[in-house]
């Protein structure tokens, strides 16, 4: 297959099953001489042998049981060129129980083709298509009526079903390059202007494909880059700490400060790293990069590098987002599912449907799950907080797929922030943090330095476990192996710095955040603090999380587990020798090597 | 960005995806030039590492200078490289070349039921010491959950069905009626214990993508490719009794891309040369459905 150095584009074919679809591409190929030497005759020749007629989607439909039946079952990529540049075009498949085939390939595509039967008319997939295209963020569409033989290439037939569709696209804010009528097997208006329905002005099909742009590349959007992985070669010789991803829009150079989202944390850009590629200063939107930091700080794969002073992303555990739901089983309140952003994946459970939509009519439904093709509305809340843009600011930052057990089931856009309860403490964070005078020791020198890292043990569980005689015997082996550590009791701090607050109940939230904002001090120190808090809740575990940091916070809990979430990482028995559990989360420490 | 370097980034990303879900990942090595070019791929991904093993399938009907190639790449860039092989078969002259099977059950004895187990770890794993040089018994039997292939979309038409995450079940087959759905990068990452999943970086690349990156990257590739004065070459590499030259006379990189782009190649089929394509149409999927590359 030749293909020179022209532009690339990925074109994908949409609509019901029957109208055309692939016929439109085997022509395309055939007609622009695209097709390997041969390919034509010995298909047509196999099918002279099995005495069936001749169909240009054979040249597609390449399984055995597509041929069989004479669908297209899976999405096909061909590959074929005109004077302007290189297509890949993507044969989708139009039968409804292959979306899931369809939507991974149509989201490839920069620009669609959308195909209507002008015998048929508009069917329920030449609609559910159009809505998805729009989903997925396709702005270039051209609607391409078919088999305009079947109507004697009448312009009235035509002109019906383009008034009809363009009054559904407008309600879903889609609005199609062209409208063109063609007959694809007989070659009409496929690659010259039709001879027989002489009273269309053109363009042509491949005139229309020429026509499409491509779309501008994120560069001058903010600088987002997902965290792929944090990568050290040490047993190779390599002591460089890169933190690879993709830049998925706007730019860095290097001396930037940074700023990592959902965790807050920042830096500042030392060096732009690269295999066999000249030394860079910059990367840009598309590139794969890895860079490193001025300081060693500590964070996992999922978070979204991005650029201080450049507007940055909504972080929350509350989203409404559109959503398109392929799975078996249909989406349900209440269970647990695993949403996929970027890099990061959190456990996610669908709050609120604010509407479900039949996306073949654009009807409303009155359902309380949304099932198997359906696109809704819904609220989505996560269990911990995470870093997106909203589909009107930044696309690919907006984008999610949901996963039900081992298969992805669903995909969407977000498209608001819902305030959750932690915005407000986030908030005042994110000012702390950006306002914080460092020290220029940074934590990884105190930690080598120390032997072991910063961390808030935090002993849990109801009043009258007793905690307390777990944390100090705790703080005393520590001490006694030369870490340094502090026992820090909820108690202390009441008669302490909160022995103004007048009723201890009511102000249980301030206490809470003050806990967070003494240990944050403490951890900043380098210090291994043990804390005990009788009756911790889910949320207000997680304002200490934002307060101080989420990986810095090892809950132990005594007795029952009253928590909802999976967030206690050890648990203790209250019938258990204290100095038994002390050694149990010292064993803890040891393994999560927070003790170097 | 050229289309060069899209293709390269996208590949990158796919790559360290692969890396941060499969704990046990390895790599497909034919020696052929899209898995060289794969494995220079892995080296831009991890800054000059390859943080898992390659694995090579050894039908002992390679064209000898492809062993060597690949010894030489292997200490050259310590690589942690695998080979596996159908032993039995070969000993019991199970093969084509025997004169006891056709092409394709040669292929399926020898190059698809070794894969199937020794990316399972049931038949024997033989790893490269660096220190000697020499191939061991490798006491890692733990089955490969990600498996890295070369495959390109215009290759043949199965391929151009392929997602860049495909899962395959027990046996290896691949549910090609069924397959997961794949957009905006993200992957079937998920997938249930006993299953595994293939993973193909080089999905959106072509021949002549291949070429023009060995080419800008400098990537070494194995002669065999290139004429050495006959007036013939191999175009894509296989066993030797199933694998044939064809009439050219590229020498060197340049010239294969030229040829590719205006010559006699230009309309024609890569994998012309392998025999066993030729045997049943459909042959190379019912291959693949049963785990063939
Ligand atoms: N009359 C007529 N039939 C067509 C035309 N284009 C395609 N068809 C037929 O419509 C049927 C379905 O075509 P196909 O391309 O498989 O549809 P797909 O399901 O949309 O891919 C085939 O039998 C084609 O021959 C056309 O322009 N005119
Ligand atoms: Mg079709």
Same mark, same amino acid.
């Given at each position: 297959?030749?293909?020179?150095?022209?532009?690339?584009?990925?074109?994908?074919?949409?609509?019901?099953?029957?109208?055309?679809?692939?016929?439109?591409?085997?022509?395309?190929?055939?007609?622009?001489?695209?097709?390997?030497?041969?390919?034509?005759?010995?298909?047509?020749?196999?099918?002279?042998?099995?005495?069936?007629?001749?169909?240009?989607?054979?040249?597609?439909?390449?399984?055995?049981?597509?041929?069989?039946?004479?669908?297209?079952?899976?999405?096909?990529?061909?590959?074929?060129?005109?004077?302007?540049?290189?297509?890949?075009?993507?044969?989708?498949?139009?039968?409804?129980?292959?979306?899931?085939?369809?939507?991974?390939?149509?989201?490839?595509?920069?620009?669609?083709?959308?195909?209507?039967?002008?015998?048929?008319?508009?069917?329920?997939?030449?609609?559910?298509?159009?809505?998805?295209?729009?989903?997925?963020?396709?702005?270039?569409?051209?609607?391409?009526?078919?088999?305009?033989?079947?109507?004697?290439?009448?312009?009235?037939?035509?002109?019906?079903?383009?008034?009809?569709?363009?009054?559904?696209?407008?309600?879903?804010?889609?609005?199609?390059?062209?409208?063109?009528?063609?007959?694809?097997?007989?070659?009409?208006?496929?690659?010259?202007?039709?001879?027989?329905?002489?009273?269309?002005?053109?363009?042509?099909?491949?005139?229309?494909?020429?026509?499409?742009?491509?779309?501008?590349?994120?560069?001058?959007?903010?600088?987002?880059?997902?965290?792929?992985?944090?990568?050290?070669?040490?047993?190779?010789?390599?002591?460089?700490?890169?933190?690879?991803?993709?830049?998925?829009?706007?730019?860095?150079?290097?001396?930037?400060?940074?700023?990592?989202?959902?965790?807050?944390?920042?830096?500042?850009?030392?060096?732009?790293?690269?295999?066999?590629?000249?030394?860079?200063?910059?990367?840009?939107?598309?590139?794969?990069?890895?860079?490193?930091?001025?300081?060693?700080?500590?964070?996992?794969?999922?978070?979204?590098?991005?650029?201080?002073?450049?507007?940055?992303?909504?972080?929350?555990?509350?989203?409404?987002?559109?959503?398109?739901?392929?799975?078996?089983?249909?989406?349900?309140?209440?269970?647990?599912?695993?949403?996929?952003?970027?890099?990061?994946?959190?456990?996610?459970?669908?709050?609120?449907?604010?509407?479900?939509?039949?996306?073949?009519?654009?009807?409303?439904?009155?359902?309380?799950?949304?099932?198997?093709?359906?696109?809704?509305?819904?609220?989505?809340?996560?269990?911990?907080?995470?870093?997106?843009?909203?589909?009107?600011?930044?696309?690919?930052?907006?984008?999610?797929?949901?996963?039900?057990?081992?298969?992805?089931?669903?995909?969407?856009?977000?498209?608001?922030?819902?305030?959750?309860?932690?915005?407000?403490?986030?908030?005042?964070?994110?000012?702390?943090?950006?306002?914080?005078?460092?020290?220029?020791?940074?934590?990884?020198?105190?930690?080598?330095?120390?032997?072991?890292?910063?961390?808030?043990?935090?002993?849990?569980?109801?009043?009258?476990?007793?905690?307390?005689?777990?944390?100090?015997?705790?703080?005393?082996?520590?001490?006694?192996?030369?870490?340094?550590?502090?026992?820090?009791?909820?108690?202390?701090?009441?008669?302490?710095?909160?022995?103004?607050?007048?009723?201890?109940?009511?102000?249980?939230?301030?206490?809470?955040?003050?806990?967070?904002?003494?240990?944050?001090?403490?951890?900043?120190?380098?210090?291994?603090?043990?804390?005990?808090?009788?009756?911790?809740?889910?949320?207000?575990?997680?304002?200490?999380?934002?307060?101080?940091?989420?990986?810095?916070?090892?809950?132990?809990?005594?007795?029952?587990?009253?928590?909802?979430?999976?967030?206690?990482?050890?648990?203790?028995?209250?019938?258990?020798?204290?100095?038994?559990?002390?050694?149990?989360?010292?064993?803890?420490?040891?393994?999560?090597?927070?003790?170097? | 960005?050229?289309?060069?370097?899209?293709?390269?980034?996208?590949?990158?990303?796919?790559?360290?995806?692969?890396?941060?879900?499969?704990?046990?990942?390895?790599?497909?090595?034919?020696?052929?030039?899209?898995?060289?070019?794969?494995?220079?791929?892995?080296?831009?991904?991890?800054?000059?590492?390859?943080?898992?093993?390659?694995?090579? =399938?050894?039908?002992?009907?390679?064209?000898?200078?492809?062993?060597?190639?690949?010894?030489?790449?292997?200490?050259?860039?310590?690589?942690?490289?695998?080979?596996?092989?159908?032993?039995?078969?070969?000993?019991?002259?199970?093969?084509?070349?025997?004169?006891?099977?056709?092409?394709?059950?040669?292929?399926?004895?020898?190059?698809?039921?070794?894969?199937?187990?020794?990316?399972?770890?049931?038949?024997?794993?033989?790893?490269?010491?660096?220190?000697?040089?020499?191939?061991?018994?490798?006491?890692?039997?733990?089955?490969?959950?990600?498996?890295?292939?070369?495959?390109?979309?215009?290759?043949?038409?199965?391929?151009?069905?392929?997602?860049?995450?495909?899962?395959?079940?027990?046996?290896?087959?691949?549910?090609?009626?069924?397959?997961?759905?794949?957009?905006?990068?993200?992957?079937?990452?998920?997938?249930?214990?006993?299953?595994?999943?293939?993973?193909?970086?080089?999905?959106?690349?072509?021949?002549?993508?291949?070429?023009?990156?060995?080419?800008?990257?400098?990537?070494?590739? =194995?002669?065999?490719?290139?004429?050495?004065?006959?007036?013939?070459?191999?175009?894509?590499?296989?066993?030797?009794?199933?694998?044939?030259?064809?009439?050219?006379?590229?020498?060197?990189?340049?010239? =294969?891309?030229?040829?590719?782009?205006?010559?006699?190649?230009?309309?024609?089929?890569?994998?012309?040369?392998?025999?066993?394509?030729?045997?049943?149409?459909?042959?190379?999927?019912?291959?693949?459905?049963?785990?063939?590359?």
């Amino acid at each position: 297959m030749t293909l020179s150095k022209l532009p690339k584009m990925n074109i994908v074919v949409v609509g019901h099953v029957d109208h055309g679809k692939s016929t439109l591409i085997g022509r395309l190929l055939a007609d622009t001489h695209s097709l390997p030497q041969g390919k034509l005759e010995q298909v047509k020749a196999e099918c002279r042998r099995h005495a069936k007629p001749f169909e240009y989607a054979f040249l597609l439909d390449a399984l055995k049981d597509e041929q069989a039946q004479g669908i297209t079952i899976d999405t096909a990529r061909c590959f074929f060129k005109s004077k302007k540049r290189q297509y890949i075009i993507i044969d989708a498949p139009g039968h409804i129980e292959f979306l899931k085939n369809m939507i991974s390939g149509a989201a490839r595509a920069e620009a669609a083709l959308l195909v209507i039967d002008a015998g048929e008319g508009i069917q329920e997939n030449s609609r559910r298509h159009g809505y998805l295209l729009s989903m997925l963020g396709i702005r270039q569409v051209a609607i391409c009526v078919n088999k305009m033989d079947l109507v004697e290439y009448r312009q009235e037939a035509f002109d019906k079903i383009e008034k009809e569709y363009r009054k559904f696209l407008k309600e879903i804010e889609l609005t199609p390059k062209v409208f063109l009528p063609i007959a694809a097997r007989e070659g009409e208006n496929i690659i010259n202007r039709p001879a027989r329905m002489k009273w269309f002005q053109g363009p042509s099909l491949l005139e229309i494909l020429d026509s499409f742009e491509k779309a501008p590349s994120p560069q001058d959007k903010p600088f987002r880059m997902p965290v792929q992985g944090i990568y050290k070669f040490t047993e190779s010789g390599d002591t460089r700490r890169i933190f690879a991803g993709r830049v998925e829009s706007g730019a860095v150079s290097v001396g930037d400060k940074v700023i990592f989202l959902p965790s807050n944390k920042r830096s500042t850009l030392k060096s732009i790293e690269g295999f066999n590629a000249p030394a860079r200063k910059k990367i840009s939107a598309g590139y794969s990069a890895g860079v490193t930091l001025t300081e060693q700080i500590y964070i996992n794969r999922g978070d979204i590098l991005c650029k201080e002073g450049e507007p940055l992303p909504h972080v929350s555990s509350l989203m409404k987002v559109k959503v398109f739901w392929l799975g078996k089983k249909p989406m349900a309140m209440g269970k647990e599912y695993k949403l996929k952003s970027g890099t990061s994946a959190v456990p996610v459970r669908l709050k609120e449907i604010k509407r479900v939509l039949d996306a073949s009519a654009l009807t409303k439904l009155n359902k309380k799950i949304v099932e198997r093709n359906d696109v809704a509305e819904v609220v989505l809340e996560s269990s911990r907080p995470v870093a997106f843009d909203l589909s009107s600011e930044l696309e690919t930052t907006s984008r999610f797929v949901i996963v039900d057990e081992y298969d992805i089931s669903g995909g969407g856009i977000i498209a608001e922030v819902v305030k959750d309860e932690q915005s407000p403490v986030r908030e005042q964070i994110s000012i702390r943090d950006q306002m914080w005078d460092f020290s220029v020791i940074d934590p990884e020198q105190r930690a080598l330095r120390y032997g072991h890292q910063s961390k808030l043990i935090l002993l849990t569980g109801s009043v009258g476990m007793d905690k307390k005689t777990i944390a100090k015997e705790l703080e005393k082996i520590l001490f006694e192996t030369g870490i340094k550590t502090y026992f820090l009791p909820m108690g202390n701090l009441l008669r302490g710095l909160d022995a103004h607050v007048e009723s201890h109940r009511a102000s249980r939230r301030e206490h809470i955040h003050h806990l967070g904002e003494i240990a944050h001090l403490f951890l900043d120190a380098g210090i291994i603090v043990v804390a005990t808090a009788s009756n911790l809740t889910d949320e207000e575990l997680r304002e200490l999380q934002e307060v101080t940091e989420r990986d810095s916070i090892v809950i132990a809990n005594v007795g029952k587990n009253n928590f909802h979430g999976p967030i206690v990482a050890l648990d203790l028995s209250e019938k258990e020798n204290p100095v038994k559990n002390a050694r149990k989360i010292v064993g803890f420490l040891k393994e999560k090597k927070v003790l170097l | 960005m050229t289309h060069l370097e899209k293709l390269e980034s996208q590949s990158v990303y796919i790559l360290r995806e692969a890396y941060s879900h499969f704990k046990n990942l390895a790599m497909l090595w034919s020696i052929g030039k899209d898995s060289t070019v794969l494995l220079w791929l892995a080296r831009k991904a991890f800054f000059g590492h390859v943080p898992f093993p390659l694995v090579h =399938i050894d039908t002992s009907f390679k064209i000898p200078e492809m062993i060597q190639f690949r010894d030489k790449l292997a200490l050259e860039w310590n690589l942690n490289m695998v080979y596996g092989s159908n032993t039995q078969a070969l000993q019991e002259k199970r093969t084509f070349p025997a004169g006891a099977l056709t092409r394709l059950e040669c292929c399926k004895t020898l190059k698809t039921d070794a894969l199937v187990n020794t990316l399972s770890g049931k038949w024997p794993r033989y790893r490269l010491d660096h220190q000697t040089g020499a191939y061991v018994l490798d006491e890692n039997k733990e089955p490969y959950t990600g498996v890295i292939v070369g495959v390109r979309a215009d290759e043949e038409g199965s391929r151009s069905k392929e997602r860049y995450f495909s899962p395959r079940d027990k046996q290896s087959d691949w549910a090609v009626g069924d397959q997961p759905p794949e957009f905006w990068n993200q992957f079937k990452t998920d997938f249930a214990p006993g299953t595994h999943i293939r993973i193909h970086p080089l999905l959106d690349w072509t021949e002549l993508d291949i070429w023009e990156y060995i080419a800008a990257e400098n990537i070494p590739v =194995i002669p065999l490719y290139f004429d050495q004065g006959k007036g013939e070459r191999y175009r894509s590499l296989g066993c030797y009794p199933c694998t044939f030259p064809v009439k050219s006379t590229a020498q060197n990189v340049q010239e =294969i891309i030229e040829e590719l782009k205006t010559g006699k190649f230009k309309d024609i089929a890569e994998r012309s040369g392998r025999a066993q394509d030729k045997e049943d149409s459909g042959g190379l999927e019912t291959l693949r459905r049963s785990g063939y590359m």
